[in-house]
């Protein structure tokens, strides 16, 4: 059994456990669509994929590999620096708001993920500018979402 299998099972149970802490999210009652639906669909599709990186575990060899701290950093770095910048970015949505903490979380993935220099800069802020807003309003004016305000912007 290759390790993405033990990988995949993992993330399985981790979005099943997910799924079933949604049911804990009110729903209002004028709402047709509430505020666990976008959740679901996202776990939804997170399970799904996890349950093909189980099959396609059980499929692959394992290869046995020496292992060392600074082999695992060097290859997991940037999936490390993402959870911490999603960990900075959900402290950060109750303090700064969600458009400010959004459109600044989406520029540092950017930047973690790779899109770097001052040659980018007005396409990331574009993107991050866009996202932020975009998202802002389907959840505000579509779906009747309420978004942190954040305390700075109160």
């Known amino acids: 059994m ?28 004028l709402i047709p669509i ?6 679901r669909v996202i776990l939804a599709i997170f399970l799904v994929l996890s349950l093909l990186l189980v099959v396609s575990g059980f499929r692959a060899q394992a290869v046995p590999q020496r292992w060392s701290w600074r082999a695992w950093f060097a290859r997991y770095r940037v999936i490390l ?14 303090i700064l708001g969600y458009l400010l903490a959004t459109a600044l979380f989406t520029v540092v993935m950017q930047w973690l993920l790779g899109r770097h220099g001052l040659r980018r800069l007005p396409g990331v802020l574009a993107v991050a500018i866009g996202t932020s ?22």
């Open 34 to 39: 509430g505020p666990a639906f976008y959740p």
């Open 133 to 154: 807003l975009g998202t802002y309003f389907i959840f505000e004016l579509y779906l009747y979402v309420l978004l942190p305000r954040g305390i700075l912007v109160r």
């Open 81 to 94: 620096g993402c959870f911490v910048v999603f960990c900075a970015y959900v402290l950060a949505l109750p």
């Open 2 to 29: 290759h390790r993405d299998a033990v990988v995949g099972g993992l993330l399985a149970l981790l979005s099943l456990f997910l799924l079933w802490k949604t049911g804990e999210i009110p729903h209002p009652p």
